[in-house]
């Protein structure tokens, strides 16, 4: 089994990608690719620029990563209530290619904040959303008040409630 995981967010200390990561690392059997956006660094979305440059290399990168992946593991960052400019910059490219983005692979979303409500709203916009891209949402799992629940040092979560919430949600796939 293929796990491909990010985190929605092109921050180098990601608090989603460590998420991700760790709740990807959970899955038994599986090999995991951990994508991190900053590779796919595009210009902004426009039409016009569509029209110079074609499909972007990038964006046809990211959708073969995404074809590799039985399960997909996405942690949403939210930025202003909503997704983090770069991954829907990234999103937008895609789906110019494939408007089934995350072609019905199975995925677990989840966000993660420094704030008690750990991304709901950002996590609300995907849950309703990806479905149209193609998004196969078997769960999803809200990581609220990063820095108290999660150990950045051994890279797990720290609340044993919550850990045992988010290992519970893996044993559904």
Known sequence: MKIIAFGASPS???????????????????VVEVLDLNDFQMPIFTVDIEKEIGQHELAKSFLAKITTADILVVSMAENNGNYSAAFKN??????????????????????TSPGARGGASVLGIANNAFPFYGGNIKATFSLPSFETNFDVINNKISNAELDNQLKEIIKIF
Request: net charge positive; aromatic share 12%; hydrophobic share 50%.
């Open 12 to 30: 180098k200390n990601s608090i989603n990608k460590k998420l991700a990561t760790y709740a990807a690392n959970l899955f038994e059997n599986a």
């Open 90 to 111: 990234v999103f937008d490219w895609c789906t110019r290619i494939n408007a089934k983005v995350f072609q019905e692979k199975r995925m677990l979303l989840m966000a």
